[in-house]
């Protein structure tokens, strides 16, 4: 009740902060332009009108220029402007062609020639700067034709962050394709999902800066993770990004939160001319050729690439074209530069399965410990659902691969290693691990593994602007990201019982009002909400917890034989992590002048799940409880043959899940 209350007053504090702000905001975007106003002679020109024009959206935006001749335009998306200039007894000039980048400010300084206002000096040439001259950054812009066009890991454009000067990470990858990091930079790391990682962590350097103080921002406001510095809780699609602004030495007070580097993306937004794109990438296992080596790797033969892997998306951006309501008029508003839409949607299908040569116990043992021993431990985990493995195929065994003292003959494609021996309660001892003696019946065989996983994320993107006058600008965007990753497990012989689902939710809403006071007073506001969250325990619901990990040491030369799923201090975990920020900020135009305020508000909470704790056995009547971990490690309980407890009623039901399961205490004893 009291998170409840907690919660609901820090949204109503935003809000009214928020609706204050509204009477004076401006600029969801922090590029600009500004420079000076002179005349032919060097003179300073002072109240000169300053108007610039987005080319794609059409809004123009004024200021005057101060007693120094000095002007400052503030706002600005990034992109390409018309800039014109006018004062009574001087030609009108006008630049047709000024680019500005994302969140960054353009000098631009106009000179006038002495005329008729009437008269026009056109510059047709780009104005580009070539040297840095409004600030002592060293940053680098990512334009849309690089991201679109440069090659990135899983179309992440956070791995275009390393082309920035300054910034140290060669973008290594391990063997199987994920991503590599620094040494002694503890986290999640980069991005192993493309852009659905729910913690994206890109290993950079920003000059000898630890990873965790890189800063990221989508649209002016944070989206970096609670729990690990330096990591992003939403990575944009290459669609939607209109900008990326890296700074790896940043001076200005507004990059205050982080001494590393600063990543500033800006979203894709629409125009007055429809535009989109589409992407499809496609690989099936049958375009991939079988390896032509000698070595099969002891699996028996000759084996591909079995991933079928499909990425695919697209984007639409344009005027918002509104229905007309009433009698007469047009049909439709157009929207042309009042009102424009952009949306996004990238989606990933990865199904793909892992060959692994191991051993595993045969049918005809569960059968026989469930026959024999009914009511015990061994009997509840060998007749759980799920507890086939996934066998690909059987391989040819060897007595060789089987501990010296253990008897041992080949019977059938598998080993035969003794008997059942014994009843409940009592066990063998090691001089005796043959149990009854070899009795011809295969109790463990060689086999391929086929470990399948499967990936199901998308990412939606959404973006309105609304103009409804020319001193006014609301912006409305989001991203949603949502994943299905349903992995099995190679050392538990990818049993079904042990595949672990993970379904993250990942959120980024934003609001961004703009207001211009006057020609010389701007204003901003922005307000962001982000998210992630997850729940193991509820997108698992039919892995059973409630059976620990079992381990079967000492039998094989290398390797074990395991079961249940591969629980951990975080698995499964329920987490969920939230981030408010409101900002509003005044700066004019006749000075570099900024006030800011910020209110920035964040809540974690983690929830792990303990099912078991780790009992060691070395003889069954000699176990302890080690409460710091969850793996249950069985000495020699099936295949030596010794004798099983009766079964605890802590999982006696096969089907237990981590909500009602019970750990199990000193030798055999259930505690809650």
């Given amino acids: 009740m009291s998170r ?14 928020a609706s204050c702000a509204m009477i004076t905001a401006h600029a969801q975007f922090r590029a600009g332009v500004q420079g000076t106003v002179s005349d032919s002679n060097g003179a300073l020109v002072p109240t000169a009108k300053v108007i610039i024009k987005d080319m794609e959206t059409g809004k123009t935006q004024e200021a005057t220029t101060s007693d120094e001749g000095f002007y400052r335009i503030s706002g600005l998306a990034p992109g390409r402007y018309e800039l014109t200039v006018e004062k009574e007894g001087y030609k009108k000039s006008v630049a047709e062609s000024v680019s500005v980048g994302a969140e960054n400010i353009q000098g631009v300084d106009v000179i006038l020639e002495i005329g008729e206002i009437t008269a026009v000096v056109t510059i047709a040439d780009e104005a580009v700067a070539q040297l840095e001259t409004e600030n002592a950054n060293v940053a680098k812009g990512i334009t849309p034709a690089e991201v679109k066009r440069l090659p990135q890991p899983g179309r992440d454009p ?3 962050i390393r082309l920035t000067p300054g910034i140290f990470g060669d973008g290594s990858r391990s063997a199987n394709g994920n991503s590599s990091g620094l040494p002694n930079s503890p986290g999640p790391g980069g991005s192993n999902n493309s852009i659905f990682q729910t913690e994206n962590q890109p290993q950079i350097s ?13 649209d002016g406001v944070s989206v970096n993770s609670l729990s690990h510095g330096g990591a992003a809780v939403v990575t944009p699609n290459q669609e939607s990004v209109k900008e990326i602004q890296i700074s790896s030495s940043s001076y200005s007070a507004e990059d205050g939160r982080n001494s590393g580097a600063q990543i500033k993306v800006v979203s894709q937004n629409g125009t007055n001319d429809f535009h989109g794109s589409a992407i499809f990438k496609y690989n099936t296992p049958e375009w991939n050729a079988f390896n032509k080596y000698p070595n099969d790797f002891g699996r028996g033969r000759t084996e591909r690439v079995e991933r079928l892997f499909r990425q695919f998306g697209g984007s639409l951006g344009g005027p918002l074209y509104l229905p007309h309501f009433g009698e007469g008029g047009p049909v439709v508003h157009s929207g042309k530069d009042k009102r424009f839409f952009f949306v996004s949607y990238e989606g990933l299908r990865e199904n793909s399965s892992t060959p692994v040569t191991t051993y595993v116990e045969t049918a005809q043992f569960r059968q026989s410990v469930i026959s024999a021993r009914p009511g015990g431990i061994s009997a509840a985990i060998l007749g759980s659902a799920g507890i086939q493995p996934r066998i690909a195929g059987v391989l040819t065994p060897a007595c060789t691969d089987v501990q010296s003292n253990i008897p041992c003959q080949v019977v059938g494609g598998g080993l035969d290693i003794g008997s059942l021996s014994g009843g409940l309660g009592q066990y063998l001892t090691f001089s005796n691990l043959g149990g009854g003696g070899l009795d011809g019946i295969p109790d463990i065989q060689k086999v391929l593994i086929a470990a399948p996983t499967t990936n199901k994320p998308n990412q939606y993107n959404a973006r309105f602007d609304f103009i409804p006058t020319s001193n006014d600008q609301l912006t409305v965007s989001t991203y949603l990201t949502r994943a299905s990753f349903v992995g099995s ?3 538990a012989a990818a049993r079904p019982q042990a595949d672990i689902t993970t379904k993250p939710k990942n959120s980024s809403f934003a609001v961004l009002y703009n207001r211009t006071i006057s020609p010389t007073l701007l204003n901003e506001a922005r307000f962001n909400f982000t998210k992630f969250a997850f729940d193991e325990v509820e997108s698992s619901n039919q892995t059973n917890f409630g059976i620990p990990r079992v381990e079967i040491e000492s039998l094989l030369r290398d390797g074990r034989i395991r079961f249940g799923a591969n629980q951990s201090e975080t698995t499964p975990e329920s987490s969920r992590k939230r981030r408010w920020n409101f900002a509003t900020s005044s700066a004019t135009s006749v000075a570099i002048t900024r006030l800011s305020l910020a209110v920035n508000s964040g809540e974690s909470s983690t929830t792990t799940i303990s099912t078991a704790p780790r009992v060691r056995c070395i003889r069954l009547r000699q176990c302890s409880t080690l409460p710091t971990t969850r793996r249950f490690s069985i000495r020699s309980m099936l295949i030596r043959r010794q004798v099983d407890q009766p079964m605890p009623s802590g999982i006696s039901a096969p089907t237990t899940t ?12 259930t505690s809650r």
């Fill in 4 to 17: 409840t209350i907690s919660t609901f007053t820090r949204l109503l504090i935003c809000g009214l902060l």
């Fill in 158 to 160: 956070y791995e275009l």
């Fill in 206 to 218: 920003a000059n000898g800066q630890r990873i965790s103080a890189n800063n990221f921002q989508i």
């Fill in 489 to 491: 497990d190679t050392g």
């Fill in 658 to 669: 981590a909500s009602s399961s019970r750990t199990i205490g000193r030798c055999g004893q």
